[in-house]
């Protein structure tokens, strides 16, 4: 078998609403070697995989997948649920999956859902090569397998504390995104209503407090100074300094390094200079500073304060194991390794005991060694501090606290000025105040962790996760700002603009990508095509932004999926053939879906805005989850009047003026006349574009005021649409630059070239290289009805030989039927051929610039003193 693409989807797509990897399998031989044709096989992958047995597949019941093992299926499908049950086993809950026959025989679309993208794509290898080996009846090192995947899934997880933040954002519905892979910085929201967080330090935690934290002498000093009991200490430079601190202190004494986490270069209850050069060398290896303090007997606790609250306490103790009179240490190290609750890293809820260096010198000064046979119930210490990364084990006392601990931990975490803080106290108990018993408080950390709060070793889990949330986003606040996604197969570059022209004049802060631009409350940040979820991103990080309009093309859907889990508004302009026959998209009922996808994504509470004159987009209705919206052009259309009847709200034209209809009332937006996009109802597509931003408009909450205002503001021009129906007059020629790259885009754009007077209108032409060759042909056809002179050029290749794409359409221009004559060239360089039409052309004649390179375009018409009479620009 042999993989020959796959992808990630990260967003809802055209195969479900969840983050989905896409694989294009070539099963080979197995094409003629279904499963019921190997003897035993559904035994041997249940074997391998026990959940296998509870897969339904489409039986629609646990064990239906064996079944269609036994009946007989392909390798493909097998791969899909392999795909599945090894994430399931290393720990990602996921059911999801679908295998789609393709055109190609052997060749199958495998569709399986994943959590961790690294993991998912790690599955994939794992389960093509192990679904193989099963077909060839051979061994399958099923332990092996398991263990790489966990190590990619170590490499990339989430830790513990991040992840009990996002299941608790997920339960308020808050959106999150990675922002550094495999780091645990995150985002939380949207816009300017996010936060992030580092693990469990927050925009909130002050960069003050984390240095105190971090210097454990600082630590002390402003605690004690606050009445605070804390172990009286010293900060030693050299040997000499600590051993003269450890005899003014009396032994036993604590040895650490002034900065440091995790239990690193930490000794307790050292008694001798022996022991005391041992630790000393053990804490400079983490700072060059070393604290001795007396050491104080007692019970290690760990108290979480979150945003002045104490949330939780458990009582530590450090890595130990218990002799049994018969094992040697190292077996009973061995044995509590192998408690299934011990883990690597944080796989689990204990971590495993390593006995490295510190270990075995804690070891020797408790007398023993790793060969020794322990006594039964003697205890022996394998590490000097409680730390669960290092093996220890926690309990969970919250309810035991006595109110004046609580008081004292409270106000430490004042003290220090952290939003969530660990505070580290030897005690005897916590069920009694402080004064009355020997305690202090040893550390405090900034970012603490959460493992031991939300699965103790033993007693009571708690949640911690969800104080972070209701600190970051208080109870009713909202994490989301409005996402409003258009797609379609024209105007949507010009429906984004005006959408984000609506909302600015309206006092919004918006974020916008599109085909040519992210703009951030209208200050271009970056140029290129911005059309997919990499832009989306980019636009939903931002902090100040109060509204993201994002224009959501095939491409990226195909390529990436949506870059958000649901939207607000979602707009879906128009259906018609392009790009066909990429992404397994080759029939406009495979676009129709692909475009569907932004309508399924649109929230419960949100608003659809569709199209009432395209029969596909009015097909999607049934993916809508909240209200629809219609647009139209014809205010007869029966759709929109039952629509109307029924309470709905439809946007459409009347009598030379846009309305808004609902019911029995009917609502003047402004004359047709006065959007300048419409070019006086010649440029019926834009006037569709003015309709569908106005339907967008209101279902944000705009007013009537604010679309009159926003539709009558809105030019033609490069400054506010780039690129688009962008009219000028340059040395007495009348030049029109557009984005027409189909035939629907080019007949929609037909009324409005054929409405301005010209002696001759003369063309500039290019399209890309990926369309079919009968829609390039056809390309060529619809421009040579349109012009006198078509000078074709080529921009973008994609795939084909260079000059193959210009050839086919000029095929297409020389094949016009009738009498309709067009004169074309084919010069390859655009720039070429932008200066070849203004050589051919004369005062009076109309240039039609269909151009990828518009900067230079219009470089190229200030160069003749172009001017656009009445327009003005942002």
């Known amino acids: 078998m042999r993989i020959l693409a796959h992808r990630a989807l990260r967003g809802p797509n055209y195969y479900s609403r969840y983050l989905t990897i896409v694989m294009r399998l070539d099963i080979g031989a197995l094409e003629h070697q279904p499963s019921n044709t190997v003897e035993g096989i559904a035994d041997r992958l249940v074997a391998l995989l026990p959940g296998l047995a509870e897969h339904r597949c489409s039986v629609g019941r646990p064990g239906g997948f064996l079944e269609r093992l036994r009946r007989g299926t392909w390798a493909g499908h097998i791969v899909e649920h392999v795909c599945i049950e090894l994430q399931n086993t290393i720990g990602f809950s996921v059911g999801f999956g679908k295998t789609i026959d393709t055109a190609e025989a052997g060749v199958y679309t495998v569709v399986y859902r994943y959590r961790d993208e690294a993991c998912g794509l790690a599955a994939r290898d794992e389960a093509v090569g192990l679904v193989a080996r099963v077909f060839r009846g051979e061994d399958v090192d099923m332990p092996a397998v398991l263990s790489r995947l966990k190590a990619v899934r170590e490499a990339h997880m989430l830790g513990p504390s991040t992840a009990a933040i996002v299941d608790a954002a997920g339960h308020r519905d808050i959106p999150y995104m990675r922002l550094s892979e495999p780091s645990s910085y995150l985002q939380l929201g949207h816009g300017h209503l996010q936060q992030r967080i580092q693990a469990t330090v927050t925009w909130r935690t002050g960069l003050l407090g984390s240095g105190i934290a971090d210097d454990k002498d600082w630590t002390k000093q402003l605690l004690g100074d606050a009445g605070i009991p804390v172990p009286e200490g010293r900060v030693c430079s050299s040997f000499e300094e600590a051993l003269e601190a450890a005899q003014s202190l009396s032994c036993p004494v604590a040895v650490k390094p002034l900065v440091g986490n995790h239990g690193r270069g930490v000794s307790t209850g050292v008694a001798d200079p022996e022991a005391l050069r041992e630790a000393y060398d053990a804490a400079a290896v983490s700072h060059e500073s070393v604290i001795v303090e007396r050491h104080i007997a007692g019970d290690d606790h760990r108290l979480l304060v979150i945003d002045g609250k104490l949330i939780a306490a458990a009582r530590r103790r450090a890595a130990h194991v218990v002799g049994d009179g018969r094992s040697t240490l190292q077996a009973l190290i061995d044995r509590e390794n192998r408690d299934p609750r011990r883990g690597v890293g944080h796989e689990n809820l204990l971590t495993r005991i390593r006995t490295d260096d510190q270990a075995q010198r804690l070891i020797a000064q408790q007398g023993w060694s790793l060969d020794s046979c322990i006594p039964c119930g003697g205890i022996v210490y394998l590490k000097s501090t409680a730390n669960l990364s290092t093996g220890g084990t926690a309990t969970d006392v919250t309810d035991d606290v006595h109110p004046e601990v609580r008081y004292a931990a409270e106000r430490i975490a004042r003290l220090i000025g952290l939003d969530i803080i660990g505070i580290d106290l030897v005690a005897e108990t916590l069920t009694r105040a402080l004064e009355d018993q020997a305690a202090g408080v040893v550390e405090v950390n900034a ?74 409350d209208n200050h271009v940040i970056m140029r290129g095509d911005y059309s997919g979820p990499e832009a989306a991103g980019i636009v939903l990080r931002e902090p100040t932004v109060e509204h993201a309009v994002l224009e959501a093309a095939r491409g990226g859907i195909m390529r990436r999926g949506l870059g958000f889990d649901a939207c607000d508004v979602g707009v879906l302009l128009n259906i018609s053939s392009d790009h066909l026959g990429e992404y397994g998209i080759e029939t406009l009922d495979d676009l129709a879906r692909c475009k569907t996808v932004v309508i399924d994504a649109v929230r419960e509470s949100g608003t659809a805005v569709l199209n009432a004159d395209d029969p596909r987009v009015l097909e999607a209705r049934e993916w809508g989850r909240g209200a629809i919206i219609f647009f139209s052009l014809d205010p007869n259309s029966a759709p929109v009047r039952e629509h109307v009847r029924a309470q709905g709200v439809a946007f459409t034209v009347a009598g030379e003026r846009i309305v808004m209809r609902q019911g029995h009332v009917e609502a003047e937006i402004l004359p047709i006349a006065n959007v300048p996009i419409a070019f006086d109802g010649h440029a019926r597509f834009n006037l569709a574009n003015a309709l569908a931003a106005s339907a967008a408009a209101h279902a944000l909450g705009l007013s009537i005021a604010d679309i009159q205002m926003g539709l009558q503001t809105f030019h033609p021009t490069p400054g506010q649409n780039p690129g688009r129906t962008n009219l000028m007059e340059a040395s007495g020629l009348h030049v029109l630059i557009d984005y027409a790259h189909n035939v629907p885009a080019l007949r929609a754009l037909d009324e409005l070239v054929h409405s301005l007077p010209a002696h001759r209108r003369i063309a500039v032409a290019s399209a890309p290289g990926n369309r079919r060759d009968e829609d390039l042909v056809a390309l060529g056809t619809q421009l040579a009805r349109m012009h006198d002179v078509l000078l074709i050029c080529e921009t973008q290749p994609r795939g084909r030989p260079t000059g193959q794409a210009a050839e086919l359409l000029r095929r297409g221009a020389e094949t016009l039927p009738g009498d309709r004559h067009c004169h074309v060239e084919i010069i390859m360089e655009e720039a070429r051929a932008i200066d070849r039409s203004f050589d051919q052309a004369v005062s009076g004649d109309l240039l039609v610039l269909l151009v990828d390179d518009v900067d230079g375009a219009i470089d190229r018409l200030k160069g003749s003193r172009f001017s656009a009479p009445g327009a003005e620009t942002e």
């Not at 009571?460 to 197969?489: C, E, K, S, W």
């Not at 024209?490 to 984004?496: F, L, W, Y």
């Open 447 to 520: 970012g603490p962790g959460f493992r031991m709060h939300i699965a103790p070793t033993h007693g009571q889990p708690r949640d911690v996760g969800t104080p972070v949330i209701d600190m970051l986003f208080p109870a009713g606040g909202n994490a989301r700002i409005p996402i409003t996604a258009v797609t379609g197969t024209n105007g949507k570059t010009t429906t984004v603009r005006l959408i984000a022209h609506l909302l600015r004049h309206a006092g919004r802060q918006v974020g916008m990508a599109c085909t040519g631009t992210v703009e951030i």
